[in-house]
């Protein structure tokens, strides 16, 4: 047992654990001070600094210039909480950040996440916490706060020989307000990067034992520093309730003051002697607790009117007003969140006007962007998470798809459908169009992104499609669209017929979307023969060459010349909308192309022309879909060739496009289906 417990202890880090746990004297203190400042900078300031710490990466969207930030990827955990497709919104918290670390005035605000339900308001707020509490344990996010020592002799702490700071203030505050900018110039503390700018008073508790000890030393300063203060490292953690604090509304009438500002603690009293002893306070409020860092509101809206006035108060003046005692000195930054019925009720609420005028509101809307909508559902249903459960390629495509439709606003050009935008906002091209139109498109929207379906109501249906019984060990978007479709009838947020009238139309949108992508998909996969489409290459080439010169072809079966084949040209040439007109061009365009390799020394293959390659790839499909028969995939009847041809085509969807057994079987079956009812172009 005793080995098992030394194997155990060897993978601790002694190093690491002394220098977290690191105490020195006052006089330490200041020699880190003056070789780091940035330890003192204040709770905006270190919480700007903690995001900006994983970088910035630049990138251009629709001719705007924006910044990603990588620490809302959850690089901590690794990516457990991750943000996706909020990089707008995400870009204004950190401006917001930036200035209140600047002293701008934003640190006298509270930061308001605003946003329909499920939108990630909550993750944001998590992820901030997360961050500055791994911060405080990194050189550069380093904290220090102090406590009082050798107190026995005194009395001022009853019996006990310490006394932590009750509320982890700087240790720079124990220098008297009076003489502390002087002294820090004296000092030559700061420097260009980082001035130093100490606010506020101590809290009062230690402002009765700093008393106490000047009184004692007859106000010789530095012989109570030496002898009574020890400084110490801060390690901020929310499971302690150390500079993080998380407040949450409970039922209205069992609302209490106290639990932001600390209450009374009864049986100190009878040490002390009187309950405005300050000593015998309890500074255990959310609001006391989350100095020097951050404080989360939850649903801050539905608070009281009656903490309004300590809220007002944190904010504007930063301090709050302990029972019994002189308004308290706080360091932390307030964020708070809340959905949109909540929000209608402040506007509507004259008795919220100052906290109104006191907000900084930053609209979290749902994402509008199908390819981070998909990430979402990446995460959570990956494979090491599904236990050899298989999710058929486009399931989540899909699913994404049809969860944007219902977030965006119809298009005021009635020519582009809502597909069609949702397509334009992820980034892809349609004729017609360019980025300048997607900005119009954006700003011709007044509330796009903050009604429609929440991601949450879509993970749990794609966890219906997983458990439902008879599902063959793996879903596929029909099991997944059957599911949204059928929690409509009964989703709560859903209000009135017409509402879901319109998620149920996108449903229909989406599931023909479905099969254009499937179509396509086993068109390549049965026309993946690479030797087919390079001797189909090879014959285009050769026909349009003796086309454009006026010459004969060989042929290779009879050996006699014969005229260029028309027919086959054609044929090739209309898969990819070349008209009668323009047919010369393109054959001019391609022998063109081909003799640029030839001069550059590369070679030309069927691949090298991404038009021609789709052309030649559709041309070959037309001519293989009825020499394998798909269609009697739909009666079953299959004769040993043609299956033999099919499970070829079945083996590369599950090489190359993601499919298992069951569910290629199962997709062909269904693109067979569309052959039979003559749903294929050319079919």
């Not at 955990?77 to 870009?91: E, S, Y």
């Not at 008393?211 to 400084?231: A, P, T």
């Not at 179509?519 to 390079?534: F, T």
């Not at 020499?627 to 099919?646: G, R």
Request: charged letters at 35%.
């Amino acid at each position: 047992m005793a080995n098992m417990v030394s194997r155990i202890g060897a993978l601790q880090d002694y190093d690491e654990y002394r220098e977290l746990h690191w105490e020195g004297s006052f006089e330490d203190y200041l020699e880190i001070i003056r070789e780091q400042p940035r330890v003192t900078r204040n709770a905006f300031q270190r919480l700007y600094d903690m995001v900006i710490s994983y970088g910035e990466e630049e990138y251009i969207d629709n001719k705007k210039r924006l910044v990603r930030y990588p620490f809302f990827k959850d690089p901590i955990d690794h990516g457990k909480d991750a943000i996706f497709g909020l990089d707008i919104p995400l870009m204004r918290l950190v401006h917001v950040l930036r200035a209140a670390s600047q002293g701008y005035g934003p640190e006298k605000r509270i930061i308001l996440l605003h946003g329909p339900v499920g939108s990630a308001k909550s993750t944001i707020a998590r992820l901030l916490k997360k961050g500055i509490e791994h911060y405080s344990r990194t050189p550069e996010g380093r904290v220090y706060t102090y406590e009082w020592v050798n107190l026995a002799e005194t009395g001022l702490a009853g019996q006990d020989d310490t006394f932590p700071c009750p509320m982890h203030d700087e240790p720079l505050r124990l220098i008297p307000l009076k003489w502390r900018e002087k002294a820090i110039a004296d000092l030559k503390l700061g420097n260009d990067q980082h001035r130093i700018k100490v606010k506020g008073e101590l809290n009062p508790a230690c402002r009765f034992i700093f008393s106490g000890l000047m009184e004692r030393y007859d106000g010789d300063w530095s012989k109570v520093i030496e002898n009574h203060v020890r400084v110490k490292r801060l390690l901020l953690s929310e499971q302690d309730r150390v500079g993080i604090g998380t407040f949450q509304p409970k039922d209205e009438k069992n609302q209490d003051s106290t639990e932001l500002t600390g209450d009374i603690n009864y049986r100190k009293i009878a040490e002390y002697g009187s309950d405005s002893d300050p000593r015998a306070f309890n500074f255990d409020g959310e609001f006391n607790v989350a100095n020097r860092g951050i404080i989360e509101f939850v649903e801050v809206l539905k608070l009281d009117v009656a903490f309004l006035y300590d809220l007002l108060g944190a904010t504007q003046e930063q301090k709050v007003k302990p029972k019994k005692f002189a308004q308290t000195d706080i360091d932390e930054v307030i964020i708070g969140h809340t959905n949109e019925a909540e929000y209608k009720k402040l506007l509507n609420n004259e008795f919220m006007e100052a906290l109104r005028d006191r907000t900084i509101k930053i609209d979290i809307p749902y994402i509008t962007k199908v390819s981070e909508e998909v990430k979402i559902y990446q995460k959570d249903f990956s494979a090491e998470k599904l236990q050899g459960k298989h999710v058929a390629p486009h399931t989540l495509e899909v699913a994404s798809m049809w969860a944007v439709m219902t977030r965006l606003e119809e298009p005021k050009k009635h020519q582009l459908t809502l597909l069609q935008k949702a397509k334009l906002y992820d980034g892809k091209t349609l004729p017609g169009y360019t980025q300048d139109n997607v900005k119009e498109l954006r700003k011709e929207t007044e509330r796009e992104g903050l009604d429609g379906i929440s991601a949450r109501y879509v993970q749990d249906k794609i966890s219906n499609a997983l458990v439902r019984d008879g599902n063959e060990g793996y879903i596929n978007p029909f099991m997944v669209l059957n599911e949204l479709e059928k929690g409509l009838r009964h989703h709560s947020l859903v209000s009135g017929d017409e509402q879901r009238g319109k998620y149920l139309e996108a449903i229909g949108i989406v599931k023909s979307e479905y099969d254009e992508i499937v179509k396509n998909e086993v068109q390549r996969a049965i026309s993946a023969d690479e030797e087919a489409i390079s001797r189909l290459c090879a014959n285009y080439i050769d026909n349009i060459r003796a086309y454009l010169m006026k010459q004969k072809v060989k042929n290779p079966y009879t050996g006699k010349d014969d005229e260029p084949d028309e027919r086959l040209m054609r044929s090739i040439e209309s898969k990819i909308d070349i008209g009668e007109a323009r047919k010369d061009d393109f054959r001019r365009e391609i022998l063109n192309f081909i003799g640029h390799l030839a001069l550059e020394g590369k070679k030309f293959t069927y691949d090298t022309n991404d038009r021609l390659r789709r052309a030649l790839e559709m041309k070959l499909f037309e001519d293989q879909k009825d020499s394998i028969k798909l269609s009697s995939f739909v009666a079953n009847v299959i004769d040993k060739e043609t299956q033999d041809k099919i499970d070829i085509i079945k083996g590369r969807l599950i090489k190359h496009y993601g499919y298992n057994e069951a569910s290629a079987t199962d997709v062909l079956a269904y693109v067979a289906s569309i052959f039979a009812r003559g749903d294929v172009e050319g079919a």
